[in-house]
């Protein structure tokens, strides 16, 4: 039995080969493959390229968001690596490969948020090694072991480490645009914070995001692309159950980041229309609309973007959710038992 995101790239993806957009000939076919904790490691890549060139190019796939996190040899920090790590030499490969074949490669880093994940079961080097950056909650210990953990937005020591990994990750994968993550951020002016506490957690996540895109698109010149549902009232849009809008009065934000960054609007559950997609456009930003497993939800997408008369809604990004890439392809190829 085929996983089911799969099926969800088999119908969407080439529903979008010969859309029109306004920065390219051809719609943004994109694919999200992911690399966490220690499954993330050179090992995965040769069995990905094959599926690359059997499955994903015949698709029409032309955008590979490649979420690296700390699963990468950094030189910089070499405390900041985690278990499995690519390698530079691997990355360039990678990119060389992907270029190859007329298909951006986009590295994703998780800033801010995910900096752990759910039951504490899986933390990343940034808060083992750099406790300080936490924003503690304010939660009792053992719920906040089961809460994701972010770093302080105001923390002035963390930024320049994140820029020197995300400086090495731009190298390494020859990229021109840069995925920052920062979905599903949970605490924010936690009252533990001496930085941070009273403060509007809106001003602070836009804080956040404007550091990153200073160095990213400021220092560096690249394409800043990040995930929306933080920018999203729940409450306003009678969207999702917390986690793909925002209730933690972040939704402000959106007025005081950077328009050119790149809003990867990402919903799961089947609705007829998007009312956020609608919302970045007019706020001015370009969308990427993304989906996963329901077909239904995606399709309803993939039809917004090809109505689309403004040239902001890039086109579809599919996401799996694999946490291993050679996992995520094995199941694109057939070879794979997994059926997530
Ligand atoms: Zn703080």
Redo the contacts with the bound molecule.
């Keep these: 039995m085929k996983p089911s995101f799969l099926k969800t790239f088999l119908v969407l993806l080439p529903a979008l080969l010969g859309v029109k957009t306004a920065t390219a000939d051809t719609a943004w076919r994109g694919v999200h493959v992911m690399a966490w904790g220690s499954a993330g490691g050179n090992e995965g890549l040769p069995v990905l390229k094959r599926a690359i060139d059997e499955v994903l190019q015949p698709l029409g796939v032309n955008v590979l968001v490649y979420e690296v996190g700390y699963n990468f040899a950094f030189d910089s920090h070499p405390d900041m690596r985690f278990d499995d790590m690519i390698t530079q030499e691997a990355a360039h490969d990678l990119a060389r490969f992907c270029r190859e074949r007329g298909i951006r490669l986009i590295p994703q880093f998780n800033c801010l948020g995910h900096q752990s994940w759910v039951n504490g079961d899986m933390v990343f080097p940034l808060m083992t090694v750099h406790p300080e950056f936490e924003?503690?909650p304010d939660l009792p210990e053992e719920k906040r072991a089961k809460t994701l953990m972010n770093?302080?937005?105001?923390?002035p020591d963390v930024y320049p480490l994140i820029f020197d990994l995300i400086d090495e990750i731009t190298e390494a994968f020859e990229a021109d645009a840069f995925h920052v993550g920062m979905d599903e951020i949970l605490t924010?002016?936690?009252p533990k914070?001496?930085?941070?506490?009273g403060?509007d957690p809106a001003e602070?996540m836009a804080h956040a995001v404007k550091e990153l895109h200073g160095h990213i698109v400021g220092k560096r010149g690249m394409t800043m692309l990040m995930w929306g549902d933080r920018l999203l009232d729940k409450k306003a849009l009678n969207m999702g159950d917390g986690w793909e809008a925002s209730d933690k009065g972040t939704a402000g934000a959106i007025d005081r980041i950077p328009k050119d960054i790149i809003i990867c609007d990402w919903h799961y559950s089947a609705q007829e229309s998007y009312p956020s997609i609608d919302l970045f456009l007019e706020k001015g930003f370009r969308v990427w609309p993304a989906s996963w497993k329901n077909e239904t939800a995606g399709l309803h997408m993939v039809e917004r973007a090809k109505a689309d008369t403004t040239g902001k809604i890039l086109g579809y990004l599919g996401t799996s959710w694999v946490v291993h890439p050679g996992h995520f392809a094995q199941a694109l190829l057939g070879e794979g038992t997994r059926k997530s």
């Design positions: 924003e503690v770093w302080c937005p105001l923390h924010f002016a936690s914070c001496p930085r941070c506490a403060k602070l």
